[in-house]
């Protein structure tokens, strides 16, 4: 039985910017709506998965008339020219083809067999060093001269470091034979003896410095039991080479420039821990930022990008070279989605689909978000029903609630540590240390969420686990960086309350709203667009392959 829900806002917006003309079904269509299609052989495999189960047959239906009729809609209400979808369609087809590109152009990389033994033949010399990389060559040439002159390199790695990997070991790379080293350092290593001081020297958004700790001889393993990783790492060497070589070809050939007053706006708007940008102007979101022979980013596309950056990415918005070095290398992504488009690399069926597939995700989280997503907006008494109907079927177990501080490296982890054992009050002098936000209740600076026993990671849940309330522990991180626990409160297991579990009875609320909201949309446009499902098609699928063999071979037989 269908709910129905009358819903006055979309109707109005279905009257009124709706009204396609009654189309021709075109040959063979199996659904239509609109001035669009879906043909036997664009689902026909996808329904095969579910042949014999009615139910997941007549679902599957139901979602792509939706999915058809919503892609209409959102083309007569211009959501496929808006700028959010275009941005993320070009985003999403450029990752997929730039990758197309690369795989084109590296998978032509063959290795000489020769080479592997020539390897081989110089191996035999282990080495350790220390390594540092900034993005301002004023600040690497400064920390190689206090190296030179005595200094630990190590520590400039941890204190003002600006890769978070480096920093947390505190730059330090041993390795079994230094001819394993990566692209970037190898050509530096082969004949580095200790003591030596290499760079600074530049690297993708940086500068580089090393300084050799250690070498020795070793007795290589025989040829044969080594070649095979021999062989695969010098193929990943020589493609990571050859990538390079591309990029820097491509770079020079396309003439990428960069505007500095569209950064300095971006690098004026950062805010101040360097990672987003607040308001811009109309005018200066439309400003090129970096601009090729054939292509430019405006300082939206460039902003946006930045901002959809994975959370654990480090950017410096403040870095007026970071950004400089972020946009040409934006730039580069696009060129190599121009090459792939010139390779013929988008026309190959698979790719094809891709790119379409994810053109339509797009506009169609667009329309969710604009049509669908302000109707299943829950009230109150509607949460505290769903509440009151799931609460008992949610217990909350026990947990525990901490202050919590950041110790950011060696020297303030030995001093929490020593106040600890001198009585002191760690808490009450965290201006010395470092708040950590990933454990932080909302509104809260130390005061962390509640830890249930199998959120602490099992080497520290015994120990966190016997404070006593206004006990305290130091848990490591890494050789360098560790965390400042106090037991503030004990939660007893409990029933949930609203507050414990809004977001699973939202969730719910909106699920439930959703279904009437979708179903009266489907209706209002299937009039709208004169939709056509061919019935016949999709009931054949209600017959598993065996009774279908079966009957066909009955029929056969009566007509003999």
């Given at each position: 039985m269908k709910t129905f829900v009358l819903i006055s806002t979309v109707v109005i917006i279905v009257l009124s910017a709706c009204g396609s003309d009654a189309g021709t079904v075109p040959d063979g269509a199996v659904i239509a709506a609109g001035d669009r299609a879906v043909f036997p052989e664009d689902i026909t495999e996808s329904f095969e998965r579910y042949r014999g189960d009615t139910t997941s047959v007549d679902i599957f239906k139901e979602n792509i008339i939706a999915r058809e009729l919503f892609i209409c809609h959102a083309i007569d209400l211009g959501l496929d020219e808006d700028r959010e979808v275009v941005r993320l369609t070009h985003e999403r087809s450029r990752e997929l083809l730039q990758a197309q590109y690369l795989s084109f152009s590296l998978d032509q990389v063959e290795l000489d067999s020769g080479v592997v033994r020539d390897f081989w033949e110089t191996m035999g010399t282990g080495i350790s060093y220390t390594c540092f990389y900034h993005e301002d060559s004023l600040v690497a040439d400064s920390v190689c001269t206090m190296v030179k002159n005595g200094e630990d390199l190590s520590r400039f790695a941890v204190e003002i470091g600006m890769d978070e990997i480096i920093r947390q070991t505190r730059g330090k790379i041993t390795l079994d034979d230094r001819n394993f080293s990566n692209v970037m350092d190898y050509p530096y290593l082969i004949t580095a003896v200790p003591g030596d001081v290499i760079g600074p020297f530049p690297v993708t958004l940086g500068w580089r410095l090393l300084h050799i700790d250690s070498t020795w001889t070793y007795e290589p393993e025989p040829f044969e039991s080594d070649s095979q990783?021999?062989?695969?790492?010098?193929?990943?060497?020589?493609?990571?080479?050859?990538?390079?070589?591309?990029?820097?070809?491509?770079?020079?050939?396309?003439?990428?420039?960069?505007?500095?007053?569209?950064?300095?706006?971006?690098?004026?708007?950062?805010?101040?821990?360097?990672?987003?940008?607040?308001?811009?102007?109309?005018?200066?979101?439309?400003?090129?930022?970096?601009?090729?022979?054939?292509?430019?980013?405006?300082?939206?596309?460039v902003a946006e990008n930045i901002q959809g950056l994975p959370g654990y990415l480090p950017r410096y918005t403040k870095n007026l070279q970071w950004l400089d070095n972020y946009a040409r290398r934006l730039a580069l992504f696009d060129i190599e989605m121009e090459e792939a488009i010139v390779l013929g690399l988008d026309t190959a069926p698979d790719i094809a689909r891709q790119l379409n597939s994810k053109h339509w995700e797009n506009l169609l989280d667009k329309y969710y978000e604009v049509i669908i997503s302000p109707e299943v907006q829950p009230d109150s008494t509607t949460l505290n029903e769903i509440y009151l109907e799931v609460r008992d079927d949610h217990i909350v177990p026990e947990s525990r609630v901490f202050n919590v501080l950041f110790l950011k490296n060696t020297e303030r982890i030995q001093a929490a540590q020593e106040m600890m054992s001198s009585g002191g009050d760690v808490l009450a002098a965290k201006e010395e240390f470092e708040t950590f936000p990933p454990v932080v209740a909302e509104g809260e600076e130390t005061l962390s969420i509640p830890f249930r026993r199998e959120m602490i990671p099992e080497?520290?849940?015994?120990?966190?686990?016997?404070?006593?309330?206004?006990?305290?522990?130091?848990?490591?991180?890494?050789?360098?960086?560790?965390?400042?626990?106090?037991?503030?409160?004990?939660?007893?297991?409990?029933?949930?309350?609203?507050?414990?579990?809004?977001?699973?009875?939202?969730?719910?609320?909106?699920?439930?709203?959703?279904?009437?909201?979708?179903?009266?949309?489907?209706?209002?446009?299937?009039?709208?667009?004169?939709?056509?499902?061919?019935?016949?098609?999709?009931?054949?699928?209600?017959?598993?392959l065996e009774a279908d063999s079966t009957s066909e071979t009955e029929s056969s037989m009566e007509v003999i």
């Open positions: 990783r021999i062989g695969a790492m010098l193929l990943a060497r020589s493609r990571e080479t050859r990538k390079k070589f591309l990029e820097d070809s491509l770079k020079s050939a396309y003439h990428v420039q960069v505007n500095y007053d569209a950064l300095n706006i971006m690098q004026e708007r950062s805010d101040s821990l360097g990672y987003s940008f607040g308001a811009f102007l109309p005018e200066e979101e439309e400003m090129e930022v970096v601009s090729w022979d054939g292509g430019s980013r405006n300082l939206f596309s080497d520290d849940r015994e120990l966190l686990w016997a404070l006593v309330p206004g006990e305290e522990a130091v848990v490591s991180l890494s050789d360098t960086t560790a965390l400042w626990f106090r037991l503030e409160t004990v939660l007893d297991e409990h029933v949930a309350t609203f507050e414990d579990i809004k977001d699973l009875v939202t969730v719910e609320a909106r699920q439930r709203a959703e279904t009437g909201v979708i179903q009266a949309l489907v209706d209002s446009l299937s009039e709208e667009y004169h939709l056509y499902v061919d019935q016949e098609f999709f009931e054949s699928f209600y017959v598993p």
